[in-house]
């Protein structure tokens, strides 16, 4: 309840979701001890309620989040790593930038009985924790989109994008994959898993998919109904805007659900590695995942804990070295011009 009182006082305030590059102090509660920099990539009135909550905990720790998107945040990093300022935590959803920084030298390694818990394909080299699990979903305005069209596949999504009657021409939006580092993660990988993954993305384009970099322009303009569907977005954010009673419905593909990681780096170069380490483990716990789960809307990955189950559909997308293959720059700039290809006005 308090969750939904936040989200509808922030949509009064102004736009749902913060400009990337915001940063946001939160003072220790108690005499000052320690200071923890944080870099992430979900907004930071999604992430409000886990730093307060363990604010309580430990009232003398200081924490500035800056809000980066996830492909900036890696570049950041390499930037500033050896600033004072540095962050002491990268948590983001771009689970492939994560893994290169480990597989480069960036990462300090961490074991606790919390990063113990984590299901294998979880943590990797004990230097990147996967903190939550997000699936992947189709999202869509139920004004726009009559009930009875909307897709509950890849395969009825495409016969929707070629129905002669074309609904979705100029309504449809997906991540710009060359701005937006979830959006080519996810890109990639149904480009592994899917068959009709090009058929789709050529439809997407004779229908002058609406490309966007951040998640919460996407679910601003299906929520006006600017657009009736968006394609292959993550779906705790969707899910906030309909407890604040935007007109939204998800769906989480039944041929397959690809499930992001929200993955947790400690840098080599943090200047507070004492303080990351206890909030990782603050993260991991039985009270963090649940603040995680039922204040913040991100799923619980630790096997133990209440939360909802993952659906049969559910494909995870690995945490190690396997996500390095598309990071590759010549198979990089090949994705992205036959992404380009597919996905502009022909």
Not at 118 to 132: C, D, K, M, V
Request: avoid cysteine.
């Amino acid at each position: 309840m308090m969750r939904t009182l936040f989200l509808l006082l922030m949509l009064a305030a102004g736009p749902a979701f913060a400009d990337p590059g915001d940063v946001q102090r939160f003072p220790a509660k108690g005499t000052a001890t320690a200071e923890l920099r944080i870099h992430g990539s979900t907004d930071i009135e999604v992430f409000a309620t886990v730093i307060t909550d363990y604010q309580r905990l430990h009232p003398g720790t200081e924490i500035v989040y800056e809000d980066v998107i996830t492909q900036d945040m890696y570049a950041q990093y390499l930037r500033q790593r050896h600033s004072p300022t540095g962050p002491d935590m990268l948590i983001s959803s771009g689970m492939d930038l994560q893994a290169k920084l480990v597989n480069d030298g960036h990462a300090l390694p961490h074991r606790s009985p919390q990063t113990d818990a984590l299901p294998a394909w979880a943590q990797w080299r004990h230097e990147a924790f996967g903190i939550s699990y997000e699936p992947v979903a189709m999202v869509y305005n139920t004004r726009t989109l009559p009930a009875a069209r909307v897709p509950k596949t890849r395969r009825q999504l495409l016969e929707l994008l070629r129905a002669p009657d074309a609904p979705l021409a100029g309504k449809v939006g997906t991540y710009d994959v060359e701005r937006s580092s979830v959006g080519y993660l996810l890109a990639t990988q149904d480009g592994q898993r899917g068959s009709m993954a090009g058929a789709l993305l050529g439809a997407l384009g004779d229908n002058q998919v609406q490309l966007e970099e951040r998640t919460g322009v996407l679910l601003d303009r299906v929520s006006s109904g600017q657009l009736s569907l968006v394609y292959n977005v993550l779906g705790s954010y969707a899910q906030a805007r309909i407890d604040s009673g935007a007109p939204l419905g998800i769906v989480e593909p039944e041929d397959y659900t690809l499930v992001v990681l929200r993955t947790a780096v400690i840098p080599r170069t943090a200047q507070n590695a004492a303080e990351a380490r206890r909030f990782l483990d603050y993260l991991l716990s039985p009270r963090g995942q649940q603040v995680l789960s039922r204040e913040a809307r991100l799923m619980s990955i630790v096997p133990t804990q209440r939360g909802r189950a993952p659906g049969r559909s559910y494909r995870p997308i690995l945490l190690g070295p396997g996500l390095l293959v598309y990071l590759d720059a010549l198979k990089r700039r090949q994705f992205l011009d036959a992404w380009k290809g597919s996905t502009q006005p022909r």
